[in-house]
């Protein structure tokens, strides 16, 4: 084990024009630019390495041996947080919700081949997940090992931190930003970039992980000595739920897809590019303005999605 925590992403990433899609969705060719925190680097990239950075450095700081987190079967940051581990040299346990499945696809095959362990938990809400997840540490620590718990989805003041750096980051490459669009799953990712940028220029599109998605958001946000006035955030894309692709994130996947070759996944940034059809559609977002879609990653799961074989349509 190394005392000593590894870069795990390269900075800055890209942040790239995407004019055919904002010809597409009414907006000039210059307005939209999509920043590309997928191609980050560890373990098929996405937002959540940007937190790994502060929370496995904490783990590694405090002599963890061991890491343990959770979250849904294909969960972009327990593949993430594997990845981060096995770069470190520590052991990863990851606590996922449901059932082992016959055959691991998409970010549960590379769950396994980073060599994390997985406790399967059943169908369990998020605070019973929690739960399991202490008694799992317990379990560790009674067995010897020097246990660090990584907060679902990596959201805790700490986790936020990364995305606090990217808005910075974010400004140094386009300081004229207008807006910058984000899914919120546990509410990290947004509260780091309103801590940056501040709350009116970060839309928010709810994925439907958590109940109360604005609280999460605003009270991380004052965890971290910000304040929490005047949030943005759609929730009209979570649709039959977390885990169920709608239409409108169908649409906006194949629409992204056909006009600028980057490819969104079902939960994630197939909703916040939802949302953001959805928001120039109603005036949200207009033309004129300078806007990002922050592609936060999950490809992986696009390959493991129920619902992935719907998105070939026709074509």
């Known amino acids: 084990m190394t005392s000593t925590a590894p870069r795990l992403g390269s900075y800055p990433t890209p942040l790239e024009p995407a004019p055919r899609l904002a010809a597409a ?27 790994l950075e502060h929370t496995l450095a904490a783990a590694l700081a ?6 343990i987190t959770s979250g849904a079967a294909q969960s972009n940051h327990a593949r993430l947080t594997a990845a981060a581990a096995a770069r470190a040299g520590l052991r990863a346990v990851l606590v996922l919700t449901g059932q082992a499945p016959a055959v691991p696809v ?3 095959l590379l769950d396994h081949l980073f060599g994390a362990e997985i406790v399967w938990a059943g169908d369990l809400a998020p605070a019973a997940l929690g739960e399991r997840v202490a008694q799992e540490a317990e379990r560790l620590r009674a067995a010897g090992d020097t246990v660090a718990v990584i907060p679902f989805g990596g959201s805790s003041p700490l986790g936020a931190l990364g995305y606090a750096e990217a808005g910075t980051e974010l ?41 109360d998605p604005v609280a999460a958001v605003a009270g991380l946000l004052h965890a971290m000595g910000g304040a929490a006035d005047g949030l943005v955030m759609r929730r009209d894309q979570v649709g039959e739920g977390y885990a169920v692709v709608t239409p409108a994130v169908r649409e906006a996947i194949s629409l992204t897809a056909r006009t600028e070759g980057v490819v969104l996944d079902p939960v994630y940034t197939g909703r916040a590019a939802a949302g953001l059809v959805a ?20 490809l992986p799961g696009l390959f493991g999605h129920t619902d992935a074989a719907s998105l070939a349509g026709d074509g």
């Open 25 to 51: 969705l009414g907006l000039h060719p210059g307005d939209l630019w999509i920043k590309r925190d997928d191609l980050i680097g560890l373990g098929g990239g996405g937002n959540k390495v940007r937190k």
């Open 62 to 67: 405090d002599g963890a041996g061991v890491v």
């Open 106 to 108: 998409g970010n549960l």
């Open 171 to 211: 400004l140094g490459q386009e300081p004229e930003l207008d807006r910058v669009v984000v899914a919120v799953g546990s509410g990290g990712t947004m509260a780091g970039l309103v801590h940056a940028l501040g709350a009116a220029r970060v839309l928010g599109v709810d994925v439907g992980a958590l109940a």
């Open 279 to 298: 928001a120039v559609a109603d005036g949200t977002v207009r033309a004129g303005e300078r806007t990002v879609l922050l592609h936060t990653g999950g």
